[in-house]
Every structure is written in structure tokens, then in C-alpha cells.
């Protein structure tokens, strides 16, 4: 019977993962952990949720192969519709119209169960910002917030993250993939060097 039993964790796997990561998550709510509804650690504020639109997957040109490798690995990214404005420790910022990003960099396996747009977007969007960026864009956009590195643009994903959805667990998973994982993006924008545009 064990055998059986340790046969189907293996076929079904990322099943496996997620109930680990469930009652992990479980038994760290026991103890009272994401209990604390007011914890504050970067103090967001914001009116309204971003407005977001989809931007579409090219598959038509793509031939057979490459539509089925764009269906199997590519990913939805999104266009802010509209300025998105917040507040950060009670300094007021702004993400701007036409800002492309993918949300929360999610495995394709775990997509199902975590959307890169589900309770991780907030921290997703003012993270890839700041990957493309290495700054936040202060209201009025004529100034920035001081330079980031990798690692104060992942605390900030992490710690905003905490603020809007409570799980400890999930957010520090998170973080860690993006410590060890999160270099190649960080790179890749840093060869692109986007600048931002200022107003006068």
C-alpha cells in the first residue's frame, strides 16, 4: 500500500508539491503567524487597483512547432491602461500607462494554482518596474525614488506582498526563487539600460 501511495506522489507530483506547500502553510497559521491583518513593513496604500489589458499572444504566424512552443512556454504579459499611483511609506509614486509587465514570474506548473496575477500582482508590478528600472517613478513624474539593487527590488516585492495577502510562506518562497533565480531578468534589463522619461 505504501508503495502504491508513494507511486502516485511521484506520477502526480505537482499535486505533491502543493499539498506539502498547503499544510506547511498550515501548520505555520497554527502558530499565529499570518494572523496579523495590520502588519505594517512598507506601508502600500493605494484607491483603485491597476487597470490592466491583456496583450495578445502571437501564435498565428508562428507555424505548428512554434505555436505549440508559445502555448507551452510563452507567457501573458499586460499593459497598464492607465497611470497607476500608490504610496510607499508615505512617499506617493506612479507606474505609468503603457507599462508592460508579466506579473508574478510563476513555474509554468504551478500556474495553475498561483496566478502570476492573483495575490501576488501588486508586488509583481512594482517589482518588474523596478527590475526594468532600478527605480520608482515619484507622482508627478519628475523625480525618482534613490537607485535599487536586485535584492531591495525582491525585499519590496517580498514585504508589499505580505502587506496585501498575509501568507508568510508563499512570499518568502517567492523571494527565495527570486534571489536564486531572479539574476537573469535583473541582467537582461540591465544590458536593455531602459531609462526612464522625466517630465519637465
Known amino acids: 500500500m505504501m508503495e502504491w501511495v508513494l507511486e502516485q506522489m511521484i506520477t502526480w507530483w505537482q499535486f505533491t508539491v502543493v499539498g ?7 501548520i505555520i497559521n497554527l ?13 502600500l496604500h493605494y484607491k483603485e487597483m491597476p487597470c490592466m489589458q491583456p496583450i495578445k499572444i502571437e501564435t498565428a504566424s508562428k507555424g505548428f512547432w512554434g505555436a505549440i ?25 506612479v507606474i505609468p500607462k ?38 520608482l517613478l515619484k507622482k508627478g513624474k519628475k523625480q525618482t525614488s534613490v537607485p535599487m539593487s536586485q535584492k531591495d527590488a525582491d525585499v519590496l ?21 527570486l534571489r536564486i533565480g531572479g539574476f537573469v531578468a535583473w541582467n537582461g534589463h540591465r544590458k536593455a539600460n531602459k531609462k526612464l522619461t522625466l517630465n519637465k
Open 20 to 26: 506539502v506547500l498547503i499544510i506547511i502553510g498550515w
Open 31 to 43: 502558530f499565529g503567524v499570518d494572523h496579523d491583518e495590520e502588519e505594517i513593513l512598507v506601508g
Open 69 to 93: 512552443w508559445m502555448w507551452l512556454m510563452g507567457v501573458r504579459t499586460w499593459e497598464l491602461s492607465r497611470d497607476w499611483n500608490f504610496e510607499l511609506n508615505g512617499e506617493k509614486y
Open 98 to 135: 503603457g507599462f508592460v509587465f508579466d506579473g508574478a514570474s510563476v513555474p509554468k506548473f504551478l500556474a495553475t494554482w498561483l496566478s502570476p496575477v492573483g495575490v501576488l500582482l501588486i508586488g509583481g508590478l512594482v517589482h518588474d518596474f523596478v527590475y526594468k528600472y532600478t527605480v
Open 157 to 177: 516585492f517580498r514585504d508589499i506582498n505580505i502587506e496585501q495577502n498575509g501568507f508568510h510562506l508563499l512570499n518568502y518562497l517567492a523571494y527565495w526563487a
